[in-house]
């Protein structure tokens, strides 16, 4: 019917609530008409779902706790390459010696300088003032620059490295303290003025020097040759499989 046809049974009075209850009746149809599907998912489309994605993170999770373990690890060795590279530059450009330190233990690495003044003692390169070093149970004071978690310095059950670099696998030798004693769980790789790689008791020329990370996985390692050459290497966990970065 026409809404806006006169109704006879309306009054002149009451039209326009007359019309008005006929579009209520109309807008009410038309929702009703209109009105979507609320019915929901079924229990075994919620099921099929969860089963799916469940499956899904099964998958996921292991790939990318792995390659965030692979990414930290080479992180570190990117930082020890950097700070061994700078060691051997400043060793250079001050006429000095100067070493990456390793803490075998707590985890972390510090590049040193060898201050000539008066009796002679290691600083810190980071320090602007220049005091001297101590040890406590082989972590010197200063800033140091710790490994990402997961990691540490080692070799795991490697018994050969890379053997371009370094045919019987080790770290480097003990670092020695301001008096000249060896700090227990420490390697250093040290540089005499010319950046070539010495041993810290007779400073002497080394044929190779190295320090090796682990995250029980993976090996990492860099190697320094007689002429101050830096090489970076990585293992998978196989003697025979160390290939060059």
Same mark, same amino acid.
């Given at each position: @019917? ?5 109704? =006879? #049974? ?15 009746? @109309?807008?009410?149809?038309? @929702? #009703? ?8 998912? /079924?229990?075994? #489309? ?15 999770? =292991? ?7 692979? @990414?930290?690890?080479?992180? +570190? ?16 450009? +001050? ?29 810190? #390169?980071? +320090? ?10 082989? *972590? ?11 990691? *540490? ?9 890379? /053997? ?62 007689? *002429? ?5 290497? /990585? ?11």
């Amino acid at each position: @019917m026409d809404v806006w046809n006169w109704n =006879p #049974e309306c009054s002149i009075t009451a039209a326009w609530q007359c019309v008005n209850r006929k579009l209520q009746l @109309m807008r009410k149809n038309s @929702m #009703e008409f209109d009105a979507p599907d609320q019915s929901g998912f /079924s229990l075994l #489309e919620i099921v099929i779902v969860l089963a799916i994605s469940i499956t899904l993170v099964a998958i996921a999770v =292991p790939n990318y706790v792995s390659i965030v373990a692979s @990414m930290r690890i080479a992180g +570190d060795l990117r930082d020890l390459t950097g700070a061994t590279a700078q060691a051997k530059m400043r060793a250079a450009a +001050d006429f000095t010696r100067a070493r990456v330190y390793a803490d075998l233990n707590g985890g972390s690495f510090q590049l040193q300088l060898w201050k000539k003044a008066g009796s002679g003692c290691w600083v810190a #390169e980071a +320090d602007t003032t220049s005091t001297c070093l101590t040890y406590s149970s082989g *972590t010197p004071s200063g800033v140091v620059t710790s490994l990402s978690q997961g990691d *540490t310095f080692g070799y795991g059950t490697l018994t050969a490295g890379p /053997s371009a670099g370094q045919a019987t696998i080790g770290e480097a030798a003990k670092c020695l303290d301001n008096s000249g004693t060896a700090i227990t769980n420490t390697a250093c790789i040290v540089f005499n003025s010319r950046g070539i790689p010495i041993d810290a008791s007779t400073l002497a020329p080394l044929a190779t020097g190295a320090l090796y990370l682990t995250n029980g996985t993976v090996v990492d390692g860099l190697t320094i040759s007689a *002429t101050g050459s830096i090489q970076t290497w /990585s293992n998978n966990g196989s003697s025979s499989s160390w290939t060059g970065q």
